[in-house]
C-alpha cells in the first residue's frame, strides 16, 4: 500500500476482502501463476505479433516465448519502492519484457539455428528456463517455467535444414535396408548351409547303410 504521508508500506495484504482508508492506494502484485506470451498471432499478421528475433551462433531466428511465472510476495515492498508504485502487470509490460528478449538472446547465443530448431530444443528450453530464473530473480518474479515453442529461420535457411533432414532421413533408410538385405542374405546362406549338411549326412548315411 501507499499513502501520501508515509510512502510505500512495507505491509502486503493477502487475497481477499480488505477495508483501506481513503488516504491510502493498493497497487497489485499477482502471487499466482501469470503467463507473459510474447508470440505471433497467425490469424492477423498485421496485429497482435510480439514475437522477435533471436540470434544465434550462425545466424538469426524469429521465436515464441511462453513464460510462466509469479511474484515473490516477499520482495514485493521492495518492488513497490522501486518503481514507485507501478502495479505488477505494468512493470511487466514496460520493464521486464525488454530484459526478457535481452536475456533470450543470450540463451541462443549459444546454440546453432540447427540445435535451436531441431536437435536441441528441448536443451535450449531447459537453458532459457534456468537463466530466466536466475536473471528475474532480483526483480521479484519467480519464473516457472519457459519455452521457445516457435523457433522459425529464414525460409531460405529453413528450406535447407528440411532438405538436410529430408536426405539424413533417405540416407538412414537406405542403411537400414542395406542391412536389411545383409541379414536376409545370411539367413539364406545359413539356412543353404544346414540343408547342404543335412543332405551330406543323408547321403553318408545312405552309403552306409548299402554296405
Not at 515453442?149 to 533417405?170: G, L, M, V, Y
Amino acid at each position: 500500500t501507499y499513502s501520501i504521508r508515509g510512502g510505500t508500506s512495507n505491509e502486503v495484504l493477502s487475497e481477499g476482502w480488505h477495508i483501506i482508508s481513503p488516504m491510502k492506494k493498493v497497487t497489485e502484485y499477482s502471487v499466482a501463476t501469470e503467463q507473459l506470451l510474447l508470440t505471433k498471432d497467425d490469424r492477423d499478421e498485421s496485429e497482435g505479433d510480439e514475437s522477435f528475433n533471436a540470434t544465434c551462433k550462425d545466424g538469426v531466428l524469429n521465436v515464441d516465448l511462453e513464460m510462466s511465472y509469479h511474484f515473490n510476495a516477499e520482495d514485493i515492498p521492495t518492488i513497490a519502492k522501486r518503481y514507485r508504485g507501478l502495479s505488477g502487470e505494468t512493470i511487466v509490460n514496460t520493464r521486464i519484457k525488454s530484459k526478457v528478449k535481452t536475456y533470450v538472446n543470450e540463451v541462443t547465443s549459444e546454440y546453432t539455428i540447427l540445435e535451436a530448431y531441431m536437435d536441441k530444443k528441448s536443451e535450449l528450453n531447459s537453458d532459457l528456463t534456468k537463466h530466466l530464473t536466475e536473471a528475474l530473480r532480483p526483480y521479484g518474479i519467480i519464473v516457472e517455467s519457459a519455452t521457445l515453442p516457435r523457433t522459425e529461420p529464414d525460409k531460405a535457411i529453413k528450406s535447407a535444414i528440411n532438405d538436410r533432414s529430408k536426405k539424413a532421413q533417405e540416407i538412414e533408410a537406405a542403411k537400414q535396408e542395406l542391412e536389411k538385405q545383409k541379414i536376409e542374405a545370411e539367413t539364406k546362406r545359413v539356412k543353404a548351409e544346414a540343408e547342404a549338411n543335412r543332405f551330406a549326412a543323408e547321403q553318408e548315411a545312405a552309403g552306409i547303410l548299402a554296405l
